[in-house]
DNA sequence: AAGGCGTGGCC
DNA sequence: TGGCCAAGCCT
């Protein structure tokens, strides 16, 4: 089999470019590096349409590095207004200063001496070095870090510092040494309008043929690792009576399932069985706790132990519970087959809570309605 | 090195 | 519908 040629990801990107690239945004047009610097400092983390509502108005204003670094705080951080990440504008301002007072009113065609300057980074700097000043440099901006992190189906999350490191290298490997300028932009542009964040267009991609990610694309890049989730344990009370309707209860409209309508809950079997001998008698038989089963919230693991009680309501000494607006007894099958969603309004304390159900709730109503309780 | 910084868009 | 993210950088 003959070995097939390695797929080359600059050429192919900078004939894209040349094709279907942006080449009408403002500040492509005299790309000067003050220029290509203000962009580069609005671009970052906001969007190019937001950019665009603000660049010309602010080149306008500051036409020149002397006219920003002349300007008072105060003036700049007016034309930045809504802009938001408001130490930018500052950044810019003190930058601006800065390369007035010690690179004589120019900003360096030098990657180290821009990196130096407030608000540039390595990205940023590597942008200006390429863009304005056409010198070989290697960007990686969100949307190289998600183009290269698909194409060379690398795991992990950016944040990391192996992550990173990995994305940078490959970065460097493909900056080409001729029209490093187009592929900077290139790159760029394939992030922002073929290989989005979600539903990218690989199809219409000039890299699939050599992307590795390309059937897989939403696993890159990898998603900030979550440390593992707290567990935390509760006891629900399945209080049955001799016409198969459940108590439930409605919760606090603030916490866990505020305001939607649960089993008792309680943090434990002694505090439930208290609870069960204060407002009823004594089941008549031992309690014995149901299969516990885990709910997953987005900050902790619930581990909900049910326990059923069968409890005679003529025995019950339950007019302080029985408060119709906090507690109803229940059954689904009233309503009909499943809880979900809003029940139609029902009189408690016989029939059909007038709100939602919590989650793990569904399903225990669900298994009880067809007595398969584990 | 993890978290803060702003606003707008996405599903 | 609210969490997640976007042309990052600084501390």
């Known amino acids: 089999m003959a070995a097939r040629p390695p797929f080359d990801l600059s050429h192919a990107a900078i004939s894209w470019w040349r094709e ?7 500040w492509q047009q005299e790309p000067t590096p003050y220029r290509v610097w203000v962009s580069e400092i609005m671009l970052q983390q906001t969007q190019v349409r937001t950019v665009i509502g603000y660049f010309d108005a602010f080149m306008k204003r500051f036409p020149t590095l002397q006219s920003l670094a002349e300007a008072s705080e105060d003036d700049v951080l007016h034309r930045w207004t809504g802009l938001g990440y408001y130490a930018r504008a500052r950044n810019l301002h003190k930058a601006a200063r800065h390369a007035c007072e010690h690179f004589g009113g120019e900003l360096p065609a030098d990657q180290a001496k821009l990196e130096s300057l407030p608000g540039i980074g390595r990205s940023t700097a590597a942008a200006i070095m390429s863009l304005a000043h056409q010198q070989r440099a290697t960007i990686l901006d969100g ?7 698909r194409f060379h189906a690398i795991d992990g999350w950016p944040g990391e510092r192996t992550t990173l490191d990995t994305l940078w290298a490959r970065a460097e490997e493909h900056t080409p040494s001729q029209d490093f300028r187009i592929y900077s932009q290139a790159m760029m542009d394939l992030g922002a309008t073929l ?11 000039p890299l699939q043929p050599g992307c590795a990610g390309q059937h897989t694309p939403q696993l890159y890049p990898g998603k900030k690792a979550r440390k593992p989730l707290p567990v935390r344990a509760t006891t629900l009370l399945i209080a049955v009576d001799d016409q198969g309707r459940a108590l439930l209860e409605k919760r606090p409209s603030r916490g866990i399932w505020g305001g939607l309508w649960s089993f008792p809950e309680f943090a434990d079997k002694s505090a439930l069985c208290n609870w069960l001998a204060r407002n009823y008698y004594p089941p008549t038989r031992d309690l014995e706790a149901l299969t516990p089963f885990r709910h ?11 326990i059923r009680a069968d409890v005679s309501r003529e025995h019950s000494n339950a007019g302080r519970v029985m408060d119709g607006d906090k507690y109803v007894w229940y059954k689904h099958e009233d309503v009909g087959s499943s809880p979900d969603g809003a029940p139609p309004d029902g009189a408690p304390p016989d029939g059909t809570p007038p709100g939602g159900f919590a989650a ?9 309605q067809e007595n398969t309780l584990p």
């Open 360 to 368: 793990p709730v569904v399903r225990l109503l669900n298994q009880l």
């Open 143 to 149: 949307n190289v870090k998600r183009v290269l992190a």
């Open 195 to 205: 290989c989005t964040r979600s539903n990218p267009h690989c199809l219409l991609c």
């Open 296 to 306: 997953t919230f987005s900050h902790y693991h619930l581990d909900i132990t049910p």
């Open 20 to 26: 279907n690239g942006r080449k009408d945004l403002p």
